[in-house]
Structures are given as structure tokens and as C-alpha cells.
């Protein structure tokens, strides 16, 4: 197949070839009609002239050739001018094309410029916007750094005062202490033993009606009783006052109170509708409260069994309560949902809230009633003033956080312990460490494992994670007990405060008790 280009060359040839061939045909006609006249003319009288004329038509032959080859290099010309036309005219129709793709491809680009233009005013409109918004933030940022200096520089100014305020009041509690050691000093030159033991804070303390006179504590070495007390972790066991009763909250959501002695069941207390965490018992032993996982805390009078409110008011588990060992209508909470609260007992009504950084795991009383101790995921130690919600005094007792606090019977020290295995027996009036309790082997298995001070604080009691039972000795400063019975982590422990005996319970909701 020949292409269009091609053909049209290949029919140009073809007509020049006929184009010759008739010219040469047509020089063979002239030569045959002009031979008759060139005989006449031979022949006539003119025949004299024959030889000019012959020579002139010699000339005009020759002419007519040098024509006829002027023709062909004119039509060789004329072939070679409309090859390169038709060559011209394709390259023309190239170009054409090319220039109508250029026209389109322009006519694309304009349009894109259009719409970037478009784009571009957008984005400009844009920009100013955020500028202006970003010159609005500058000026209230500028605005809060005035704020931020102003409240810096109050609570520098605060910190000051504060400073001041520790100061005034170390040095009240330097001339208490000084008082203090002066009476202990008359009292030892008198040799009032007993009257010695009852002073807290140079101020004698007064026995309540009914009190038991404790007796001193000796360290336990065996297990006389194995209660199956509770279908799952039984994390909370403590001693009704100056009683062998002893009550018992687990995880299926049971108090129960048994008789350390006879290990019967002395009553079983509903109204508890989860995990129970914690358990508090009031001075006269009418009540006790029990803190849940259910973000309530329920009130049962211990008599009856009958739940006498349900205080409502957290917002997560609650791990902690305490009531003062003095009569008193309030107690007090704490959860993880970073408050403490105090509950007037007999409306059931929230009275108090305590914020705190940190969330609380363990808290108590002090001997005042109005203060509270409490232990707390950050490992610290915190003293509030429960009538102003202030925070009293910290110490940072424990790298890690902290899963009890136990007030001893006098209620000059009280005993944390912490997630870092270390067990620290506090002086309240000056929140210095007076001893520090730790052994191999000894490994809290909870955020509320609790310990327990005996009621003379003379010993000390804390369950591991390997089943066993750890008793120290202030007096021979260090571990004269381990306590070999239960088959799961203990949770818990608690001594009686007329001086024995001592219970602990577990995991798998057993509770042992030792003498």
C-alpha cells in the first residue's frame, strides 16, 4: 500500500511521461505537414533561397530543441516544484495541527491560571483570616502571659507565706516537744509508767466509759483458726473495739462478723451490691461502713444487719473509709476519682470534698478527729484539715504508691506501707520516718494490702504475695515471725486492740486467725 504522499508523486511521473510522449508526437505531425512545403519550395523559383531557408530552419529545429529541452528541465522544474508544494503543503498541515494542539493546549493552560488565580485569591483571603485570628491569639496570649506572671508571682508570694506558717509552725512544735520531754522527764522522775503512756502532746488522755485496758502484745506464732470466710478475695478484716469480734468484707459482696474465739458466724450483713475494699467500724460499734467498687459506700447497723443509708456521690471505686474513734456523726472517704469526702452518718449526706492531685488508696483518722491521713497512688503521705479541706502537711514517704495507713493506738504514729515493699512508721507530730520496716521475700500483692501496728506498737504485721505473714519487732529491730498458713497472696491483717490475737486473710477468701 502506497500512502496518499506517494501516490500523488507517482502520478505526477506518469503525466509528465504522456506530456512527452505527446510533445514528440506532436514534432513528428509538424515534420510530416511541413514536408510538402519544403519540396515545393525546392521546386519553386525560390529554390535559390532553398539554402537560407534551409539554414533558418536548421536554426529554428535547433531552436525548437533547445525549446524542447527547456521544456523538459521547465517540466523536470515543475515536477520538482509541486513535489516540494505538496511536501510544503504536508509539512503546512503538520504545523497546523501542531499549532491547534498548541491553541488547545493554551487554552487549557489559561484555564488552569484562571483557577489558580482563583485558588491563589482564596488562599490570600484565607491567610488574612488566620491572620487576623492569629494577631487576636497574640493579644490574648500576650493577655494570659500577664496572667500567668500576675498568679506566679501571688503564689510566690503564697509560697512565702506558707514557708512562714511551717516555720511559726515548727517552732510551736519545737516548744510543744520541748514541753513534751519536760513532762516525760517529770514523769519519769516520778515514775508514773502508765500516766507516761497516756500523754499525747503534753495533754493527758482521758479513758472513755467502757474502755478495756489493753494489754501488752505478744507476737503470734500460730494459726489456731482457718475460716473458708468469703467466695473470692476477702481484701478487708477488721477487729470490732476492744472486742474478739471481727468483721470481714469480700469480693462476693458479703460482711460478714465472726468470733475470733469460737469461729462462728455471729451475723451475716446485706446490702452491699459489689466488691467490698474497706470496712470502718464506729467508737461504740453500733455501725460499719463499708466501701465498694460500686462507687457507694454503705452504712449497716451492726445489730440489726440492715443497711441505714447509701452514701452516693463518687465518681469511681471507692478504696478507703475511716470513721474517728471518738464520737462523732462524720466519716470520711476516698476514691480514685481524686477526692476525699466527708459524710455526716446520720442524714447520709456529703458534708465535705477534698480534691487531691494524686488519687488516694488508704486513709484514717488522727487522734483528734478532724485531721486525716491518707496514702496515695504517688507514694506520698498527706495530712488534711477535714473542717477547711486544707492540706495540713505532705511527705513523700514511698517510691511507689502507697496501699496502707494504719494510726497506732495512741495515735502519735501511724504506719504506711507501699508498693516499693517498704513499710514506714511515721511520727505524726513531726512526719519524720522513726523506723523503717523491710525483709527479702516480703512482697505487697495489692493497692490496698493492709498492714497493721499491734496495740502496744511494739509489732508490726504486713501479708506478702507468696501467702506468708511478716511480723517485726520495734524492740529487737527486726523480723521475729513468719507466719506459714494461707495458700494465696494476703490482702489484709489486722490485730486486736486488747493485745491479741492477730488475723489476716487472702486471695481466696480465707481468713486465718494466730496466737
Not at 511551717?166 to 520531754?181: C, F, G, I, R, T
Not at 529487737?476 to 498458713?485: I, P, Q, R
Request: some cysteine; overall charge neutral.
Amino acid at each position: 500500500m502506497l500512502t496518499t504522499r506517494e501516490a500523488e508523486e507517482e502520478a505526477g511521473r506518469v503525466a509528465i511521461k504522456l506530456a512527452i510522449k505527446d510533445l514528440r508526437k506532436r514534432h513528428s505531425v509538424e515534420e510530416g505537414a511541413h514536408a510538402p512545403a519544403i519540396l515545393a519550395l525546392q521546386r519553386s523559383p525560390f529554390a535559390s533561397q532553398g539554402s537560407e531557408w534551409k539554414e533558418k530552419a536548421e536554426s529554428l529545429e535547433l531552436e525548437l530543441q533547445q525549446c524542447y529541452k527547456a521544456q523538459a528541465r521547465l517540466s523536470e522544474q515543475l515536477v520538482d516544484e509541486v513535489s516540494e508544494c505538496r511536501a510544503s503543503k504536508a509539512l503546512l498541515e503538520e504545523k497546523s495541527a501542531a499549532v491547534n494542539k498548541l491553541q488547545n493546549e493554551v487554552a487549557q493552560s489559561r484555564e488552569k491560571c484562571l483557577k489558580l488565580e482563583q485558588d491563589l485569591d482564596e488562599k490570600s483571603r484565607a491567610f488574612d483570616l488566620i491572620g487576623q485570628e492569629n494577631e487576636v491569639l497574640k493579644t490574648k496570649l500576650e493577655e494570659i502571659i500577664k496572667k500567668l506572671r500576675s498568679t506566679e508571682a501571688e503564689n510566690k508570694m503564697l509560697i512565702e507565706r506558707m514557708m512562714l506558717e511551717k516555720m511559726k509552725d515548727a517552732e510551736k512544735l519545737n516548744e510543744v516537744n520541748s514541753m513534751y520531754q519536760e513532762l516525760m522527764d517529770q514523769l519519769k522522775v516520778s515514775g508514773i509508767e502508765r500516766l507516761a503512756r497516756q500523754e499525747v502532746d503534753g495533754v493527758v488522755r482521758r479513758i472513755e466509759p467502757g474502755l478495756k485496758v489493753r494489754a501488752d502484745s505478744t507476737f503470734p506464732s500460730t494459726c489456731c483458726h482457718v475460716i473458708r470466710a468469703h467466695d473470692g478475695a476477702c481484701g478487708s478484716i477488721t477487729f470490732l473495739n476492744n472486742s474478739a469480734k471481727l468483721v470481714s468484707g469480700g469480693q462476693d459482696r458479703k460482711v460478714k462478723v465472726w468470733d475470733s474465739a469460737s469461729v462462728n458466724t455471729v451475723n451475716d450483713l446485706h446490702g452491699c451490691t459489689s466488691s467490698v475494699l474497706d470496712l470502718a467500724i464506729a467508737h461504740d460499734n453500733r455501725l460499719v461502713i463499708a466501701a465498694c467498687t460500686s462507687n457507694n459506700l454503705f452504712v449497716i447497723d451492726l445489730t440489726s444487719g440492715r443497711t441505714l443509708h447509701t452514701l452516693s456521690g463518687h465518681r469511681d471505686k471507692v478504696c478507703g473509709v475511716d470513721l474517728p474513734r471518738t464520737p462523732s456523726r462524720h466519716a470520711a472517704s476516698a476514691a480514685y476519682d481524686h477526692t476525699i469526702k466527708l459524710w455526716d452518718i446520720g442524714t447520709g449526706f456529703c458534708t465535705n470534698t477534698i480534691m487531691s492531685s494524686s488519687n488516694c488508696n488508704a486513709l484514717s483518722f488522727a487522734a483528734d478527729a478532724s485531721t486525716i491521713c491518707s496514702g496515695h497512688v504517688d507514694g506520698g503521705l498527706r495530712l488534711w484539715d477535714s473542717r477547711s479541706s486544707k492540706l495540713v502537711n505532705e511527705v513523700a514517704g514511698h517510691s511507689s504508691a502507697v496501699t496502707s495507713v494504719n494510726l497506732s493506738r495512741s495515735g502519735n504514729m501511724v504506719l504506711t506501707s507501699g508498693r516499693d515493699n517498704v513499710h514506714n512508721l511515721f511520727d505524726l507530730r513531726s512526719m519524720e520516718v522513726c523506723e523503717r520496716f523491710r525483709v527479702n521475700g516480703n512482697q505487697l500483692a495489692s493497692n490496698w494490702s493492709r498492714s497493721c501496728i499491734s496495740a502496744d506498737e511494739n509489732y508490726v504485721a504486713v501479708g506478702s504475695a507468696d501467702g506468708s505473714v511478716h511480723i517485726w519487732s520495734r524492740m529487737n529491730k527486726g523480723v521475729v515471725a513468719t507466719l506459714k498458713g494461707h495458700t494465696a497472696p494476703v490482702l489484709a491483717c489486722s490485730w486486736n486492740g486488747l493485745g491479741g490475737p492477730l488475723a489476716s486473710s487472702d486471695k481466696s477468701g480465707t481468713i486465718c486467725i494466730w496466737s
